[in-house]
């Protein structure tokens, strides 16, 4: 649908053939490490280092982000703490459930303290009580004052989650708006029917709910 080639877009690793991409205004294109400092980016394959300790994989991408070796051990103490990690923090990631994987990541992804957050299929492959969790901190990101990005097929979570929605189709942006404005668009009470109907047409979304 073009979801993943969109955020690819937003974190430099594709270059667009027309148009502009901008992060708070930095365009991806000229400034490239300076859109990059703007976002924590979860991409859809997490790419842990297995020999490496949860702490460690974090402490690398602070590393990277050049942060302060004092800032970085307290910066990781923090998120150890606020994303249930420290029965696990110091054990290598090797064997680790997808959901310690997933929360690993996630820190890893904001260790740096970005303002914007962007999570592509991010409930990938988790048990019901990651997902729960997740959701949590994705909303306690939100409330913090974050702009948090996600991309998913699963209408579930995107109704659960999301303030804004933006449905991609070959390409192209064919509806965006609230959960409730694209029901009241479609005048369909399920948000996955509205989404096949904007998507696919209504046929389709009347055949799924017969």
Known sequence: AGKTTSLRLLYG?????AGEALVDGIDTRS????????????PDARGLYPRLTARENIAYYG??????????????????????????ARRRV????QGERMK???????????QNVVLDEPTNGLDVMSIRSLRRFLRSLRDAGHAVLLSSHVMQEVSALCDDIVVVADGRVVAEGSP????????????EEAFVALTFGERFAEEGAA
């Open 13 to 17: 690793l594709l270059q667009a053939d």
């Open 31 to 42: 400034r490239p490490n300076a859109a990059r400092a703007r976002l924590g980016v979860l």
């Open 63 to 88: 590393r990277l982000h050049g942060m302060d070796a004092a800032k970085l051990e307290t910066r990781i103490d923090e998120l150890v703490d606020l994303l249930e990690l420290g029965a696990v």
């Open 94 to 97: 090797d064997g680790f459930s």
């Open 104 to 114: 690993v990541a996630i820190a890893r992804s904001i260790v740096h303290g970005p």
């Open 180 to 191: 409730d404005a694209l029901r009241a668009q479609t005048g369909l009470e399920s948000l």
